[in-house]
C-alpha cells in the first residue's frame, strides 16, 4: 500500500521540467543593435544567415508573447536603422536609441527590464565582444540569469565572436541558439494555440528542419488523399 501510494507522486516529480529552461513566461527577450552598420563589418557569421536568425527569433517570441525590448545605437547618426525584417515583428514598437555601447548603461533600458519583473534575460546583439557582452555581464552582476543567442548574435571576427561566447560562459550565461528557444518555448507539439505559427516560422527559417517539417505535411497530406 505504501509503494502504491508513493507512485504517482515519483512519477509527477519525473515529469516536472527543470527551472533552468526557459517559458514564455519567465523570461524577457533584449535585441541589441541589429542595424545595417553594425552587419557590414560581421564577419563571424554570414550576414543572410544572421538576419534570417534574428528574425526567426523575434517571430518566436512575438508568437509566444514575450516580454520583447529593442535597442539601436546612434540609429541617426551612425548606425542606421533595425533590419527592416525585426522591425516589422514589432511594427509599433520603438527601439530604443542609445549613445552608450553597454546597453545596461542606459537607464532607460534597465529600467523597460526591470518592469517585466522577469529574472531571466535572453540576449542577442551585434557585436558580440562588445554590445552583447558588457550588458550580459552587467545583468549577471546585478542576479539576473542571462541566455545569449549565439547565432542571432555576431562579431568582427570568428575568434572574437568566440571570446566572448567563452568569457559570458565564465561568467555564468547560458548559450543557446534560436531554434532552440523557439522550440524550448513550444516544448509540446499539443499546444496548438502556437503549433501552426511555430512550424510556419520553423519552416520560413529554420533551413534543414524548416524543409523536413514541410515534406512531412505534404507526405501526410498525399496518405490522406489516398
Known sequence: ??????????????????????????????????????????????????????????????TFKV?????????????GPLFPELQAVFPDQKPIDRTTMNTWEDQRVVDAVKKTGKKKIVMAALWTEVCLIEPALSAIDQGYDVYIVTDASGGVTKEA?????????????????????????????????????????????????????????DMFHAQEGK
Open 1 to 62: 500500500m505504501a509503494f502504491a501510494a508513493l507512485a504517482p507522486s515519483a512519477q509527477a516529480q519525473t515529469a516536472k521540467p527543470s527551472e533552468k529552461l526557459l517559458t514564455p513566461t519567465n523570461h524577457t527577450l533584449l535585441l541589441i543593435d541589429h542595424q545595417p552598420q553594425m552587419a557590414f563589418a560581421t564577419r563571424s557569421i554570414d550576414v543572410a544567415e544572421l538576419r534570417n536568425n534574428v528574425t526567426g527569433l523575434a517571430k518566436a517570441a512575438n
Open 67 to 79: 516580454p520583447t525590448i529593442l535597442t539601436t545605437v546612434a540609429a541617426k547618426s551612425f548606425s
Open 161 to 217: 565572436h568566440d571570446m566572448a561566447v567563452q568569457r559570458m560562459i565564465q561568467a555564468g550565461a547560458h548559450p543557446i541558439t534560436w531554434l532552440q528557444y523557439m522550440l524550448e518555448l513550444q516544448r509540446d507539439w499539443a499546444r496548438g494555440e502556437t503549433y501552426n505559427a511555430v512550424t510556419k516560422i520553423a519552416a520560413d527559417h529554420a533551413g534543414g528542419y524548416g524543409l523536413g517539417l514541410i515534406y512531412a505535411k
